[in-house]
């Protein structure tokens, strides 16, 4: 489990690195999101500390944005291709779910990250 003053850092690398084309990336910010959520559920001074990083914020936002335009685009995909986006969609569902979780974590029972968000 990730400690309290690791979550900055492991955010901000599972950020840098993501590549929503890369399934490798998609398994590397799944893994963080859920570490980091379980600390944040736990811990109010981690959600605190964590959430009063602006950077964070716009890092949040673009994973949001991100994933939204990959669902969105999910559909254009032509016959050939068909077989693989069951496992792109799968990927993509299983981000969500755990972005919304983190996004969820971060927020709980402070009232300025709830602001920011």
Do not use: H, Y
Not at 72 to 80: A, G, I, K
Not at 93 to 102: E, P, Q
């Amino acid at each position: 489990m990730l400690e309290s003053q690791d979550l900055l850092p492991s955010w901000k690398q599972a950020c840098a690195e993501f590549d929503i084309a890369v399934r490798a990336s998609i398994v590397q910010l799944v893994t963080t999101l859920e570490q980091i959520a379980q600390v944040l559920a736990q811990d109010e001074e981690s959600r605190i500390s964590l959430g009063a990083d602006a950077s964070l914020w716009t890092d949040l936002r673009k994973l949001w944005r991100d994933l939204t335009r990959a669902q969105l685009t999910f559909w254009d995909v032509d016959d050939d291709e068909a077989e693989g986006a069951s496992n792109k969609e799968n990927d993509l569902r299983t981000v969500c779910g755990s972005l919304a979780k983190f996004t969820r974590n971060i927020v709980a029972g402070v009232p300025e990250n709830q602001v920011r968000a």
